[in-house]
C-alpha cells in the first residue's frame, strides 16, 4: 500500500487507471490531463492526429478562387497538417480517456492492426494528392486562361510541406513547453483544477499583450519607416506637370514635394492632348483634363484636405468640365491610372477628377492599423465636394460621379451608407449622377447590404438588386457594353470578378460556407471548389496574395474593365457601344 502511487495513476477523470493495464502504458491516458495531452501531441505519433492531419493535408488540396505556386501550396498544406494534427489529438485524446473510462480501451492487437490501416490509407492518399493535385490546378487554370503546370510541381509542395511542418513543430513544442512551465508554476500556488483555469487565462492575457503591445506596435512603426522612405520617392518617368491644370503645376495650392509618391504619379500622368487626339482625331479635343491631389502632409485632418482639395478645384477651374468624379484612394493613396485615364478618353478630356491621400500603407497594413481612416477620407471628401458643386447653378454643374477601388470603394461607400440597402443606395442616387465601383472588399459595407438583400436565386458573385433599377452587378465589360434603357440614372455600377479574393475571401470561412462556392460558381471559378472548416480560410489567405497577380480579368486586376464601365454609368451624348471596342482597343495598344 505504501507503494500504490507507484502502482496506479491519477485518472483526471476522477478514476484510477492501474500501470500493469494496457491503457496505462500509452501517453494519452497516462499521468494528469494537460500534460499528457502535451505528450499526445508532441512527443510520439498519434493516431487520431495523424489522420486529422492527413484529411486537412487532402483537404488543402482542393482549388478555391485562384490557382496556386508549388511554394504557396506547400505552405497552405503545412498549416492545415499542423491544425489538422493539433485537432485530431485533441479529439483522439478525449475519445481514448472516454474509452478508457467505459472500460473499452482497445487491446494491443486492435491497436495495431489501426496502425497499419491508417499506414496503408495514408499512402493511398498521399499517392492520389500527388496525381490529382496538377490535374485540379491545370483544370483552373484553364478557366483562369494560365499555362498549365507540370506534374513534376508536386515535388517542391511535398518539400516546403516537410520543411514547414518540422519548423511548426519545433514552434508547437516551444508554445507547449511554455504552457507547460507556468502550469507547474501555478500548481505551488493554487490547486489543481485552479491551476488549469488561472494558466489558460495567464497565457490568453500573455498573448493579448504581445500582441497588442508588442507586435502591432512594432509592425506599425516598421510599416511608417518602410513605406514612409518609399513616400519621398519618385518613380522614374515622373515630372512635375507644368499644367496649371493639376495639382503640383504652375499656381497648386499644394506642393509637388507634398503629394506623396503615388500623388505625384496621379497628376504627372494626366491624358495629354496628343493621346485624346490619337483617339479622337486632331482637332476634336478642346478641353484639358483636371486632376487634384491632396497629399497626406497638407493637412492634419481629413477635413481639411477636404477643404483644401475644394479650394484646389477652385483654382483649376474644375467646376467647368463636363464631368467631376470623386475617387477615394488605397491605402498607398493609388487611383488606378487606367480608371483615370477611360473617363477622360471618353469625355476628351473634359473631366476632372479630385483624390485625397490618408496613408502610404499597402492598404492591407492601412487596414489592420486604421481601417477608419479610407472611411473618414472617402466621405469628407465628398462631402466638402458636393457642398461646393450644390453653389454652382444645376444647369451649368459638371456631372458629379463617385469611384472607388478596392479599399478605395471601400472608403468611398461611407458618404452614402445608411441602416439598410435601401437607404444606401438613395443615397447614392440623390446625391451623385453615378458611381463606379470595382475590386469591392469584403467588408464594404454598402455591397454587403446589397448582396444580402439580392433577388432569390442570383449567385453572390453577381447578385440582382430590385431587378437592377439603380444598382448593378458585372463580372466582365461585356456584361455592361450594350445600352439598358430599364437600367434608370444615375446609375451605381459594382464590377466584381468571381475569382477576386478581395471580394469575397473572409474571415467566416473559417467556420461557414462561403456563398460564392455554391453551384453554379463564376466562370473563373472551378465547380471542384469545395469548402472545409479552416482550411478553406488558410487557401484564401494565399488567394489575397495570388490575387494581386492574375491576369486583366481575373482575380484583382481590373484594368480592362475600365472603359465598358465608365461608359454604362454615364457615357457621352452619342456615344456607342462601338465606341466603348474602339477605346479599349485603342487603349490596349498603348
Not at 520543411?163 to 507547460?180: D, E, K, N, S
Not at 487596414?367 to 451649368?396: C, E, M, N
Request: proline letters at 6%; one cysteine or more.
Amino acid at each position: 500500500m505504501s507503494n500504490s502511487s507507484t502502482d496506479a495513476i491519477a485518472d483526471p477523470v476522477g478514476a484510477a487507471v492501474n500501470s500493469t493495464d494496457p491503457v496505462s502504458t500509452d501517453p494519452v491516458s497516462t499521468g494528469r490531463d494537460r500534460r499528457t495531452f502535451g505528450q499526445a501531441l508532441l512527443l510520439r505519433p498519434n493516431m487520431g492526429g495523424l489522420l486529422f492531419a492527413l484529411l486537412f493535408w487532402w483537404e488543402s488540396l482542393s482549388p478555391t478562387l485562384l490557382s496556386r505556386t508549388a511554394i504557396a501550396q506547400g505552405m497552405i498544406s503545412a498549416v492545415c497538417i499542423g491544425f489538422g494534427y493539433m485537432v485530431g489529438t485533441l479529439l483522439g485524446y478525449w475519445g481514448h480517456r472516454l474509452l478508457a473510462r467505459l472500460g473499452r480501451a482497445p487491446s494491443a492487437s486492435t491497436r495495431q492492426i489501426a496502425w497499419r490501416a491508417s499506414l496503408v490509407l495514408g499512402i493511398v492518399v498521399v499517392v492520389l494528392g500527388i496525381i490529382v493535385w496538377p490535374r485540379w490546378q491545370n483544370e483552373q487554370r484553364d478557366l483562369l486562361t494560365l499555362a498549365h503546370i507540370s506534374r513534376f510541381e508536386m515535388v517542391p509542395v511535398l518539400i516546403v510541406t516537410a520543411i514547414l511542418v518540422a519548423i511548426l513543430g519545433l514552434i508547437g513544442r516551444l508554445v507547449w513547453r511554455g504552457f507547460t512551465a507556468i502550469d507547474r508554476l501555478l500548481m505551488r500556488l493554487v490547486p489543481g483544477p485552479a491551476a488549469v483555469l488561472l494558466t489558460t487565462v495567464v497565457v490568453v492575457l500573455l498573448g493579448n499583450v504581445l500582441a497588442t503591445r508588442v507586435v502591432a506596435p512594432r509592425l506599425h512603426s516598421w510599416a511608417n519607416s518602410a513605406f514612409g522612405v518609399l513616400e519621398d520617392d519618385t518613380d522614374e518617368g515622373t515630372v512635375q506637370p507644368t499644367s496649371s491644370a493639376v495639382t503640383g503645376g504652375p499656381g497648386s495650392l499644394i506642393p509637388w514635394a507634398e503629394l506623396g509618391r503615388e500623388g505625384r504619379n496621379f497628376v504627372a500622368r494626366a491624358t495629354t492632348k496628343a493621346q485624346l487626339e490619337g483617339f479622337h482625331g486632331v482637332g476634336k479635343v478642346t478641353a484639358e483634363p483636371v486632376r487634384v491631389y491632396v497629399g497626406l502632409r497638407s493637412g492634419n485632418t481629413a477635413q481639411e484636405r477636404a477643404a483644401l482639395a475644394v479650394r484646389e478645384l477652385d483654382r483649376t477651374h474644375a467646376w467647368d468640365q463636363k464631368v467631376l468624379v470623386v475617387a477615394t484612394v488605397t491605402g498607398t493613396g493609388w487611383v488606378d491610372p487606367d480608371a483615370a485615364t477611360a473617363i477622360e478618353q471618353l469625355y476628351a478630356g473634359d473631366t476632372a477628377m479630385v483624390g485625397q491621400q490618408y496613408s502610404f500603407l499597402p492598404s492591407w497594413i492601412s487596414t489592420l492599423v486604421d481601417g477608419q481612416a479610407a472611411k473618414d477620407a472617402g466621405a469628407a471628401l465628398f462631402a466638402a465636394v458636393h457642398a461646393r458643386w450644390l453653389q454652382i447653378p444645376a444647369a451649368s454643374r459638371p456631372k458629379l460621379l463617385m469611384f472607388g477601388q478596392s479599399l478605395g470603394s471601400f472608403g468611398g461607400e461611407a458618404a452614402f451608407t445608411g441602416h439598410d440597402a435601401r437607404t444606401s443606395v438613395d443615397n447614392f442616387v440623390a446625391l451623385t449622377d453615378g458611381a463606379l465601383l470595382t475590386g469591392p472588399t469584403n467588408d464594404n459595407a454598402i455591397w454587403g447590404q446589397v448582396t444580402a438583400a439580392r433577388s432569390p436565386g442570383s449567385p453572390a458573385w453577381r447578385p440582382v438588386y430590385d431587378d437592377g433599377t439603380s444598382v448593378r452587378f458585372a463580372n466582365k465589360p461585356s456584361e455592361v457594353l450594350e445600352p439598358d434603357p430599364t437600367w434608370v440614372e444615375p446609375r451605381i455600377l459594382y464590377i466584381q470578378h468571381p475569382s477576386d479574393p478581395v471580394t469575397f475571401w473572409s474571415m467566416d470561412t473559417l467556420w461557414s460556407r462561403p456563398e460564392w462556392i455554391e453551384s453554379p460558381t463564376g466562370y473563373d471559378v472551378p465547380d471542384r471548389a469545395t469548402w472545409f472548416p479552416f482550411v478553406t480560410w488558410a487557401q484564401g489567405v494565399a488567394d489575397l496574395s495570388a490575387g494581386f497577380g492574375a491576369k486583366p480579368g481575373f482575380g484583382h486586376d481590373y484594368r480592362n474593365a475600365f472603359v465598358a464601365g465608365w461608359a454604362a454609368v454615364l457615357a457621352p451624348t452619342g456615344w456607342t457601344s462601338a465606341d466603348t471596342t474602339r477605346l479599349e482597343a485603342y487603349l490596349g495598344r498603348n
